[in-house]
């Protein structure tokens, strides 16, 4: 997807985008920037990325295989900001699950910032 928009919805393209924060190149400069990230990573299957910003205080209520299989079972449409603070970013994430029906999860996620590096602590499912 170099030369398509990225999956967080802004007119970059993947690899100028979330991918850098993906692949290490940055981090996240805000909680925004994570949370973009992290619906680009779950569009992109990338579970060791989703495990490694999650909260180390939470980190133990996930699983590597839990979070790939979310992943893989649904085909991603697009992610859409409802509102955001300086740690706290409410969002829809559309999606087509594993019968290809529409649907869609909207979340008020609380993040943290810990020696420069932004984490997802958890969620509010509206």
């Known amino acids: ?12 393209p993947f690899a100028l985008c979330c991918n850098l924060y ?3 190149v940055e981090k996240a400069p805000t ?3 994570l949370m973009k990230s992290r619906y680009a990573a779950y569009a992109t299957h990338q579970a060791d990325y989703l495990l490694a910003t999650t909260h ?11 979070i790939l299989k979310w992943a ?6 697009k992610l859409e900001i ?4 300086d740690d706290t970013v409410e969002f829809k994430a559309y999606y087509k699950d594993e019968n290809k029906l529409d649907q869609i ?5 609380t993040f943290k910032k810990e020696n420069d590096c932004w984490f997802y602590v958890d969620g509010k499912f509206k």
């Open 72 to 77: 893989v079972s649904n085909q991603w449409q």
């Open 82 to 85: 409802i509102a955001f603070s």
């Open 1 to 12: 997807m170099t030369d398509k928009n990225c999956y967080c919805g802004s007119d970059k």
């Open 56 to 66: 180390s205080s939470e980190r133990k209520y996930y699983s590597k295989e839990e």
């Open 22 to 24: 993906i692949s290490g």
């Open 105 to 109: 999860h909207y979340e008020f996620s």
């Open 31 to 33: 909680a925004l920037a």
